[in-house]
């Protein structure tokens, strides 16, 4: 029954998904601004990562191989570089983010400014990098986040409608405002389907030693680790929609969302609000860092494992080391988290399509695949994505520019 | 007689030496030329030069002018006969030593050099 405690990368993986800044902060600001009319997106959100990631798990369960293995050896290095520079650039943007959301809940705690903070932070997630195994890492961010449940528990105690709730789940547009509303509406889903998790979940797979027998592991995985993820970000929504809305706040600072928890648990909520956001932040930081290193190996050919001594994977190991530094400079300059935050999920967004098309035709490769290869639910699931994600392209410049700030 | 596609099976495949070690990827192939015979494919190429121009003449002169910048204008790229595969699989087997490869220059300069003289860059991990 050892198979099971993978269930541990579900909750990671969605952790990274719907726990960390850029989800609070983007779910906390619908709540805030629309009540509860942009849950339906985080379910679309939820229910598409879910897809994602049972389709990268399976590919890797089934071929032994990672999603970015198989996608610069089908398609070749000059199609491979358009998805590579497009994930990279926006992962190391979001790891930035991630960083300066650790650094945010560490000036609210002490007092000192969140720019201090940033080597400090840096330093530690290099550390775990550095000595911890991918087990260690793995299991430490999913059994630390469980902190988030407050979330839910906050949401409980506040007593929603609960058809009201059930009625956002379906699509309507708002009365007011509609140019913000799909400005959320993108950086939401920019904030939930971000591309270095199913890269991190591909890999994790293969560091975990899945074979074709983790199948169902994977399934229930994926669909847990959602579900887990989820729950918490609709209980995000929730709150800033019973807390901020009827006082008519806006979350424009970070110091904002820490009212989300006091409302409801009074001074234990803030600093449970702290600590979720400090340590999904910092999971996160370790999953996204890890993930950078793991596309470039993977896209390059390198040894890499989170498990070898870091010199036999040195070109690995740098990778992960450097990248880390270089997404601390902005927060150790100072550089406004929340806007950081909101560009990085925007980008993110219109980064989907370069990793989600070439998936369709992946899952349907009988040569990878074999047998099981996807069925028509998971092909429309995914068409529907990879459509979801060209109109991301296209809507995510100009309602940035319409709605954003 | 078994067919095997060099693009789909061979070009991009992740390579592993004698040891299972991983060494990059077929960044590229050389036939073989020879008055009065019939090509062959002769070579599997390793390095990120090989790369370049495979995407396009920019990426080559990028790749030039980054290097000159950085003081490196060597370029490392490794020629393995084709008589060195054992195996074409989900990866392809090369009969060599990874760690003479000249290709593998910046992973052995980092693990000597760096990676390996940071406290806890040899040890095994906890």
Not at chain 1, 61 to 66: E, F, H, L, Q
Not at chain 1, 230 to 250: C, K, M, Q
Not at chain 2, 5 to 31: F, P, T
């Amino acid at each position: 029954m050892k198979k099971w405690s993978e269930v541990a990368l579900g909750v990671v993986t969605s952790i990274g998904g719907f726990l960390e800044v850029g989800s609070i902060a983007t779910a906390a600001q619908g709540g805030a601004e629309f009540g509860f009319q942009l849950a339906w997106v985080l379910l679309l959100g939820i229910a598409s990562l879910a897809f994602l990631m049972e389709m990268t798990g399976r590919l890797a369960a089934v071929s032994g191989r990672t999603y970015v293995d198989l996608l610069r050896e089908r398609f070749g290095v000059r199609f491979f570089l358009i998805p590579l520079v497009a994930v990279f650039t926006v992962s190391l943007l979001v790891l930035s983010a991630e960083i300066g959301g650790v650094s945010i809940a560490l000036q609210m705690a002490t007092g000192m400014a969140f720019r201090w903070w940033a080597l400090p932070v840096t330093f530690i997630a290099w550390l775990l990098l550095w000595r911890g195994t991918f087990g260690v890492v793995e299991q430490g961010t999913a059994i630390l986040g469980l902190v988030a449940i407050s979330f839910a528990i906050a949401a409980l105690k506040l007593h929603p409608q609960w058809t009201s709730l059930g009625a956002a789940f379906i699509p309507s547009l708002p009365s007011h405002d509609r140019a913000r509303y799909w400005y959320l509406a993108v950086s939401i889903l920019g904030a939930s389907i971000t591309p270095y998790l199913y890269l991190f979940y591909s890999s994790g797979a293969i560091e975990d030693k899945w074979t074709i027998e983790y199948l169902g592991v994977n399934r229930v995985t994926a669909l847990l680790g959602n579900m887990f993820g989820g729950v918490l970000v609709i209980s995000a929504l929730v709150i800033a929609a019973l807390v901020f809305a009827p006082r008519h706040i806006h979350v424009d600072r970070y110091e904002q969302l820490a009212l989300l928890l006091t409302s409801p648990l009074g001074r234990a909520g803030f600093v449970l609000f702290l600590g979720t956001l400090c340590i999904t932040c910092f999971g996160t930081t370790l999953e996204i860092a890890l993930a950078l290193a793991y596309l470039l190996a993977q896209g390059f050919g390198w040894s890499w494992s989170e498990n070898l001594k870091p010199d036999k994977d040195a070109r690995f190991s740098a990778a992960y080391s450097v990248l880390l530094l270089v997404a601390a400079t902005p927060v150790l300059l100072g550089m406004d988290a929340l806007a950081l935050t909101n560009i990085s999920m925007v980008l993110t967004a219109a980064s989907l399509p370069v990793t989600v098309v070439p998936l369709l035709v992946l899952m349907n490769d009988g040569d990878t695949l074999r047998r099981h290869v996807n069925g028509w639910i998971s092909n429309v699931a995914l068409i529907v994505i990879a459509v979801l994600s060209v109109v991301l392209l296209f809507a995510a410049l100009p309602f940035q520019i319409a709605g954003g700030g | 007689m078994r067919g095997l596609s060099l693009v789909h099976d061979v070009l991009d495949a992740q390579l592993v030496d004698r040891n299972e070690e991983k060494i990059g990827r077929v960044d590229g192939l050389l036939l073989e030329v020879r008055d009065g015979e019939p090509l062959r494919v002769a070579t599997i190429l390793i390095g990120g030069a090989v790369r370049a121009e495979r995407i396009g003449p920019w990426m080559t002169w990028l790749r030039r002018t980054v290097r000159r910048m950085a003081r490196q204008p060597d370029e490392r790229v490794s020629r393995i006969p084709f008589s060195a595969v054992r195996r074409v699989a989900d990866t392809v087997q090369l009969d060599v030593d990874g760690e003479r490869l000249e290709s593998g220059h910046l992973e052995r300069w980092l693990a000597a050099r760096i990676i390996g003289r940071v406290p806890g860059g040899s040890e095994e991990r906890t």
